[in-house]
């Protein structure tokens, strides 16, 4: 696997941003909407304590994530970036590595962000991507394992790496690395609903900052790590490393609604049913869905946001009670509001077998009512599918809403402004500052 990530390394090497104005663009999408995800999540009492309390009291730095916060240490800032921007189930992911290539790699960056270039930035996000989404193809962990905790630390490794200047050889050292001591992360505490999984991702930032600093300072891993990984932890020989020339960050998927992916198909089918019902007289609500979905997220009657965030019924009867799916609804009291719990109650959940077997996603609603009356929608794509690409000004509106609460709404526009059309010899970020520095980048 070595030669294959060496050669994709290499060709990364060589891309000039200008010059595939697609995947800047997309690269700058990711930045955006991963900050409205961290920018929400840092408002929840729990991520808010760790950065106050917990990382700043026991480890202080230099890396703010409000100019009126905490100073952290590049550590602790990664492990609450990446808890902030998953707190809500709204950040973004990639189909084929079946997780979230960009949170990681992301969270372990921002701490280098006033030492790069807007262009230096994005490039390096773009490395940490690429093999992030190709390393998550590759090894696919076993039942009762979490992704968050596991992978990403790979891209992450990349990413910094990168970011440090190091040669693809290096970069492959690196990866090496977080590959002898990837952890097993476990899908436990989603049935649960216990939040150690947000801290997954925090966990993986981490180690890619350390993979990453550790082969700076001339630490060596063996060839070949990844592979044996597979072997000693997962079991199994990993699946054929990607070395294709397409873009991974490309495929990567926004989320419209806070919920795991598998909750969008029913939730947007309550949005186009919801004005034309009286939630008050309906009797009976069945939702057909493809089988992976009702695998993952069948929590039932969930009591904690978390297992919210993975259960069909939930996502569902939110849309029809509040019209919306956002951040607001896992707050209370909204989220035990005795209205939306009657209608989670009601929601019946099938299994559509033509989609399993096909290997569809796609949802299908059918509502009766007390008058007899009998409601039906069907939905094949949701924003952010192949067939239904999210647009800039969908990304922008849902990273203006997610800093409600936070941000002035003009601040927060400017942020936006920034991120989408800096040039890449800026420096745009708005208040993580270098030690040197006292006033914003």
Not at 100 to 118: H, K, Q
């Amino acid at each position: 696997m070595d030669a294959q990530l060496l050669l994709v390394l290499k060709r990364l090497h060589a891309v000039d941003l200008d010059a595939h104005p697609a995947l800047q663009t997309h690269a700058r999408w990711l930045v955006l909407d991963t900050l409205g995800c961290i920018t929400a999540g840092l408002r929840a009492g729990p991520v808010a304590e760790l950065a106050q309390r917990a990382a700043a009291a026991a480890d202080p730095g230099h890396f703010r994530l409000m100019p009126d916060g905490p100073g952290l240490s590049a550590a602790n800032a990664a492990l609450v970036l990446a808890m902030a921007a998953c707190w809500d189930e709204a950040c973004e992911g990639h189909a084929g590595a079946h997780g979230r290539p960009g949170v990681a790699a992301l969270a372990a960056l921002w701490p280098m962000a006033s030492r790069l270039t807007y262009g230096q930035f994005l490039k390096s996000l773009v490395v940490g991507y690429e093999i992030g989404a190709r390393m998550g193809a590759s090894l696919r962990i076993n039942p009762g394992m979490h992704v968050d905790g596991n992978w990403p630390a790979l891209g992450a490794a990349a990413a910094v790496a990168h970011a440090l200047g190091l040669t693809p050889d290096q970069i492959v050292q690196a990866v090496n690395m977080a590959a002898c001591q990837l952890p097993m992360s476990l899908y436990w505490p989603v049935r649960s609903g216990d939040t150690a999984r947000n801290t997954y991702l925090g966990h993986a930032a981490q180690l890619g900052q350390s993979a990453a600093l550790a082969v700076a300072s001339g630490i060596t891993a063996p060839a070949g790590s990844v592979a044996e990984y597979a072997r000693v932890g997962l079991g199994k020989p990993p699946v054929a490393f990607d070395d294709g020339p397409d873009f991974q960050l490309l495929k990567a998927y926004f989320k419209p609604y806070a919920a795991v992916r598998h909750v969008h198909y029913g939730a947007l089918a309550a949005h186009a049913l919801r004005d034309v019902i009286d939630l008050d007289k309906v009797d009976t609500v069945v939702l057909q869905i493809y089988e992976e979905a009702t695998i993952y997220c069948g929590n039932r009657a969930p009591q904690t946001p978390l297992q919210a965030q993975f259960s069909l019924s939930f996502g569902l009867a939110a849309m029809l009670r509040w019209g919306r799916l956002d951040p607001w609804i896992y707050r209370e009291p909204q989220f035990q509001d005795p209205a939306l719990r009657a209608l989670e109650a009601k929601v019946q959940v099938q299994v559509d077998a033509p989609w399993t077997q096909q290997g569809l996603r796609g949802a299908r609603l059918l509502i009766t009512c007390q008058d007899g009356s009998r409601h039906e929608h069907e939905v094949t794509a949701v924003p952010g599918d192949a067939q239904m690409p999210f647009t800039e000004e969908s990304l922008t509106g849902k990273f203006l809403s997610y800093c409600e609460g936070s941000l002035p709404a003009a601040q927060a526009a400017g942020w936006a402004a920034q991120l989408l059309q800096a040039p890449l010899d800026a420096h745009p970020f708005p208040f993580w500052n270098s030690p040197q520095e006292k006033t914003p980048c």
